[in-house]
């Protein structure tokens, strides 16, 4: 099971994808635990499954795990060239 993480993180921000902060949030937790392999694979997923819009309206604090406000870009992350 070489993408258990990967496919566990894929089922969590699926569930989550209601919410933009939770969906955000869960984002940097798998983005923490992936390799770079399989983060491009992550980001893949999130562009091909329509969440892409999920990731490109926050910004992200220093701990990387809150919110600040609701317009803006991240400065790391989600690659919408990668979608």
């Known amino acids: 099971m070489r993408n ?3 496919e566990y993180y894929q089922l969590i921000l699926q569930k989550v994808s209601f919410d933009r902060r939770l969906f ?3 984002y940097f937790k798998a983005i923490k ?3 770079q392999n399989q983060r491009i694979k ?3 997923w999130i562009g091909s499954m329509g969440l892409g819009h999920l990731m490109t ?3 992200e604090t220093d701990e990387g795990n809150k919110i600040t ?3 803006g870009d991240r400065s790391s992350g989600y690659n919408k060239s990668a979608a």
């Open 4 to 6: 258990s993480y990967l």
């Open 24 to 26: 955000t949030k869960e």
């Open 33 to 35: 635990w992936l390799n």
């Open 42 to 44: 992550l980001d893949q």
């Open 57 to 59: 309206a926050s910004d």
């Open 69 to 71: 406000k609701a317009d």
